[in-house]
């Protein structure tokens, strides 16, 4: 029996539409399964600091704290059940060599965001490469003010110098009665930063500035300036400065006979390189900073032992400061997935986070973190509570 040409054309037709619709339906499972494997890919996450050179040190608490805060993250789930990989390198106290790796993480390595556990001058120069990129950077410890001025997508963890400056201004007049004070900063964007909003503050509530010295970084002799300051019959020393040379000062000026009370700041927040080198000499040193070790807070005090038992050493400020860069930029990872430009704008919105160095009130238009300054003690050979500073008029930062 013979079937008719318009009865084939039909067959051939309704097989045709069944077949598209089987393509279709494999492309779409094709397309959930590739949406699938995606999601399960890990979440790279860029961090540069100085592993090498004059202050490896530093860079090395900050990036065993990095570790540690990815290493948690991981171990409570990840971000949505993705694991978060640290991409990490050493910018050797380099401006050139942070740049450099800046231009890696952006291109190369495809992070969706950075924590710098770098310096002021590196971070300062690798700044517009992460905004150029619109890739959220958080920086950790560094204080100049023009990081933050690169850009909307350029964040700041620890308080700007300015801040801490005021704070020290604060405490030397007015909890410590200084009436003649000596300024002796390292001459970088650390040093002069806080020298000049130190100052300011200081002279607004009465105190006579009588002498401000400069120092280079590396430098080992102190005692031509330390003495023109014993004859100037100082009695506060303030002293922005790396543990380095603060602790060869701090010794040369007690080897002289200066009695008077120094002040630093978080520069020589570090027990093994500050404490451990001037030894004696060191006790009752006061300094400005972020961490309060004596804080009975619970997350406090177990990123401190977790820490310690891990590492085999105390954590310094650098180290809960980038602990809590990355506690922050996970806390909005959770909220606003892993888009950059999302996590760019929940880091504009966080409101009371709690984290080591104090509840991080929120970031303002500028990227400027607020929160209260702590005040350490040295006694025994270990920081210890003194104070803190809470007033708005100080804490608060700049907006432009």
Avoid: W
Avoid at 34 to 49: H, L, N, Q
Avoid at 182 to 207: H, K, Q, W
Avoid at 275 to 297: F, H, K, P, Q, Y
Wanted: hydrophobic content about 40%.
């Amino acid at each position: 029996m013979k079937l008719s040409k318009r009865f084939l054309a039909v067959v051939l037709v309704v097989l045709m539409v069944f077949s598209m619709a089987g393509c279709a339906d494999n492309s779409q499972g094709a397309e959930e399964n590739t949406d699938t494997e995606e999601s399960k890919e890990p979440i790279k996450v860029g961090f540069f600091a100085p592993t090498t050179g004059p202050v490896a040190a530093d860079g090395e608490n900050s990036l065993n704290a990095a570790k540690l805060a990815v290493e948690n993250i991981n171990a409570s789930g990840g971000i949505d059940g993705r694991e978060v990989v640290l991409v990490d390198y050493d910018d050797a106290f380099d401006t050139k060599q942070s740049v450099s790796v800046a231009q890696k993480l952006t291109t190369k390595d495809n992070v969706i965001a950075v924590v710098s556990g770098s310096y002021s001058g590196t971070t300062r120069a690798a700044a517009p490469v992460y905004q150029d990129a619109g890739i959220p950077m958080i920086a950790s410890y560094a204080i100049h003010p023009d990081i933050t001025k690169t850009g909307d997508y350029i964040f700041r963890q620890s308080f700007v110098g300015s801040v801490q400056g005021r704070a020290g201004g604060k405490v030397a007049v007015d909890m410590l009665g200084a009436k003649k004070i000596s300024i002796l900063y390292v001459d970088n964007d650390f040093g002069t930063t806080l020298s000049e909003s130190f100052t300011e503050m200081a002279e607004s509530l009465g105190a006579e500035i009588i002498s401000t010295d400069k120092f280079s970084f590396g430098e080992k002799e102190f005692t031509p300036i330390l003495t023109k300051i014993k004859q100037l019959d100082a009695d506060l020393l303030y002293l922005p400065a790396y543990p380095g040379e603060g602790s060869q000062i701090v010794r040369q000026a007690r080897d002289l006979g200066l009695g008077l009370q120094i002040m630093g700041t978080e520069g020589i927040d570090a027990t093994v390189q500050f404490i451990g080198v001037a030894g004696e000499a060191a006790e009752n040193v006061i300094i400005t900073t972020n961490l309060n070790r004596d804080s009975d807070r619970e997350i406090v005090q177990e990123f401190i032992s977790t820490f310690t038992e891990k590492y085999g050493y105390r954590p310094n400020m650098v180290a809960a400061s980038t602990y809590d860069a990355f506690t922050v930029l996970f806390n909005v990872m959770k909220q606003t997935g892993v888009d950059s430009e999302a996590i760019k704008d929940g880091l504009h919105e966080i409101k009371d986070i709690e984290a080591v160095t104090g509840i991080i009130k929120g970031y303002n238009s500028l990227g400027e973190v607020e929160k209260t300054v702590q005040v350490q003690i040295i006694r025994d050979g270990q920081f210890h509570y003194y104070g803190e500073i809470s007033d708005e008029n100080i804490i608060k930062p700049p907006t432009e």
